[in-house]
């Protein structure tokens, strides 16, 4: 005779188990903060590395400090 649903669902959850367990970490928690790595030295708010300079100027403005005061490390995207 057939097997059960009961083995049908077990062997489909063992495979799956398998699969799943190849393919790794599924969070993308350690990326997006590896993304923020442009800190305002005065106010220490992070900000997103695609960021340009125009938005981080308008922080900076906000701030009322200047530019090279919120972000002395600031280098330009470089175009691919």
Avoid at 42 to 69: I, S, Y
């Amino acid at each position: 005779m057939g097997g059960g649903n009961g083995a049908k669902a077990a062997q489909k959850r063992e495979r799956n188990q398998l699969q799943n367990a190849k393919k790794g970490p599924a969070s993308q928690l350690k990326s997006n903060e590896a993304s923020k790595k442009l800190v305002c030295e005065w106010c220490h708010l992070n900000m997103m590395v695609t960021c340009n300079r125009q938005q981080l100027e308008a922080h900076a403005q906000k701030d009322g400090k200047p530019f090279e005061a919120c972000f002395p490390n600031w280098q330009p995207k470089s175009k691919k």
